[in-house]
């Protein structure tokens, strides 16, 4: 965005001021769905090093995917925009080798790592990123939980989504699952209960249609984990 409005692709990059081209994720800026139409530009470049993988492969037009270092942006762009895991992966590894400590471009990889199938080695790469900055944001307590849940290390998905101050109903979700899984009843229904008060319209067919696992046996556990639990189809 630049002044409220989106930049459309054909615009001239370097017009842009340079503060709305440094802009940081951190400040709150969204790589989501709602940025769809720009190329790599995206709705504000993220960082100077971001800044330099636009200028620097000279705004790679062959491709109709952002560079993006934060949070689950390139997932969301290359999985919602149907380009598919090779993209996310091409464009994970840019991102990590122009900024390898970069705490944002690190638990990214161990989410991809997650939906990938490798979800032990995607657990490591989200812990090196909360060392990395432990004042990280608290969206990587669901990205560990959820590569703990893949892991079926369900106690240690539990304990990281106790770490959520206000869980949506995902990770609410996830979180009775998660006690489906261990056989403990009585935590799944009361989690069960707190995500149908937020969401009473909640289906499994929902949440896993949110998700990008790789590997359909992960998907099949994930939907076999809310059918313990007692969710809806």
Same mark, same amino acid.
């Given at each position: 965005h630049h002044h409220g409005q989106m930049i459309?692709?054909?615009?001239?990059?370097?017009?842009?001021?340079?503060?709305?081209?440094?802009?940081?994720?951190?400040?709150?800026?969204?790589?989501?769905?709602?940025?769809?139409?720009?190329?790599?530009?995206?709705?504000?470049?993220?960082?100077v090093h971001f800044v330099r993988v636009v200028v620097g492969l000279g705004i790679e037009r062959t491709r109709e995917l952002p560079v993006l270092p934060a949070g689950d942006g390139i997932q969301r762009h290359c999985f919602e925009r149907g380009a598919?895991?090779?993209? /996310?992966?091409?464009h994970q590894r840019r991102a990590l080798s #122009?900024?390898?400590? !970069?705490?944002?471009?690190?638990v990214q990889q161990g989410e991809i790592l997650t939906w990938l199938g490798q979800?032990?080695?995607g657990i490591e790469w989200i812990r090196k990123a909360m060392r990395l900055n432990p004042y990280h944001p608290e969206r990587f307590w669901s990205h560990l939980a959820r590569a703990a849940f893949a892991a079926r290390r369900y106690r240690d998905a539990i304990d990281a989504l106790k770490?959520?101050?206000a869980p949506e109903p995902l990770q609410r979700a996830l979180a009775a699952g998660c006690h489906a899984q261990l056989g403990d009843a009585a935590a799944a229904e009361e989690q069960r209960r707190a995500t149908l008060a937020?969401?009473? /319209?909640?289906?499994?067919?929902?949440?896993?249609?949110? #998700?990008?696992?790789? !590997?359909?046996?992960?998907?099949?556990?994930?939907?076999?984990s809310l059918e313990r639990a007692g969710f809806p189809a």
């Open positions: 459309p692709f054909s615009a001239d990059f370097e017009r842009i001021p340079l503060s709305s081209r440094l802009h940081r994720h951190r400040g709150g800026c969204d790589f989501d769905n709602r940025s769809r139409g720009i190329s790599l530009i995206g709705a504000i470049v993220v960082d598919g895991v090779h993209d /996310a992966v091409y #122009l900024n390898p400590n !970069d705490d944002l471009v690190v979800p032990e080695e770490c959520v101050a937020i969401a009473p /319209a909640l289906t499994i067919a929902e949440v896993l249609a949110s #998700l990008h696992y790789r !590997d359909p046996a992960h998907r099949e556990h994930h939907r076999e």
